[in-house]
């Protein structure tokens, strides 16, 4: 594989702590500052990580009730028979090992008159700058019949962990025949391209595994992102086993109804489709303890687009999928590049320092089948969009259809090369490359 830039694998276009303390006796200042940042994801842990290792006397802590963090983002390659479940799975020990004060529960709740986070089973923490990162929360309850107890039967998958090995268990016991349903969520919600890479990396393991079985999306939208090279793919690969079907004047695709006791999958048009595994994937808002905190305005939380400062409280910092970016997505990129901006900002406040220019970059590649992956992203920075003041995209960037086999594979190896230098970054550690023999990996 070709030198990939590290700085434009992991959207690094913010000026980093390193570049806005002036000496170390700044550094020391700070160091009788405290951070607590709620959720070791993308966002939270790349905070965690980057302040510790500008600022090592600073007091971090990360909140965060798993020990072992399973990605979200590349589930699907688990899900397709690509990656391995612990490829995807990773620990805290490197965090610990820099010095942060990782905190394995749950944090209850945001008391900002004391400054403090509540955790269940422990003490609380006092902050003098808090970061929010909870990711998402599902909507249970917004589909008839879709409870949480009606995941085990029939998983989302849109969180990692157990419920991205439910649905890959559910397709490993489905028999040879059986139909797939994917049940695609409403705007805005984590990882646009998400379930159309996942229809694709279906498909592969249905041909390989289970050639007589079939995939129907059901989708309450008609356009998604990246359509052209995902419908492209659908026609070259799968043009046998996808039918997308899409939100129309006539038809709307989107679920009403669920039985999780007969897998029947009913749309608000009145179609029933009966579902061997059904893989619903509902609408979303910002984590729990955001919605509580008062952090949220319509499920999600709105920021000023410099900082990723609340508009709603103060001196806490929310970013990653629970903010309200704009038209920046909610991906695991996304998230790391502006968790850089925020250390950058934080350490700029705390030793009186000028803060950096606001700038942000997203990818997001989406694997179409072995060796075969695209891409989309731009840069980001703030400025008027729609009458409004937001993080504005410029230079954008988006796989064409008819590419070479060629251009596609390389793209294939760029998102491996992303993952793993993301990974060892946010979770502090050496990356393990491992490797993958024709793009695919048990």
Known sequence: MHEIDRRQLTGGLVALSLGVIA???QLRAAARARVVIIGGGPGGATVAVTLKRAAPDLAVTLIEPQRHYTTCF???HFIGGFLSFDRITHGYAGLTALGIDVIHE?????DAAKREVRIARA?????DKLVVAPGIAIKYGAIEGYT???SYFMPHAWTGGRQTRLLRERLDDMKNGGLVVIAAPRNPYRCPPGPYERA?????YLKREKPRSKLIVLDPKMAFSKQAVFEEAIEKYYKDVIELRLTNDLDDMSVARVDPKTGEVVTKSGETFKAAVANIIPDQTAGTIALDSGLAEGGWCPVHPETFLSTKVNDVYVL???AIAADMPKSAFSAASQARGVAANILADLTGAERPSAAYRNTC???????DSVKIGADYAPGELKGKHALVPKDAFISKTGESAELRKETYEESLAWYETLTEDMFAKSASAGRVSNGRRG
Do not use: F, H
Request: net charge negative; hydrophobic share 45%.
């Open 23 to 25: 000496n170390r006796s």
């Open 74 to 76: 590349y589930s699907n």
């Open 106 to 110: 749950k944090a209850t709740a945001i």
């Open 123 to 127: 003490a609380p923490a006092g902050y």
């Open 148 to 150: 949480e107890a009606a």
């Open 200 to 204: 694709c990396l279906i498909a592969d």
């Open 320 to 322: 990653g999928d629970a």
């Open 365 to 371: 590649w989406s694997m179409l089948a072995p060796n």
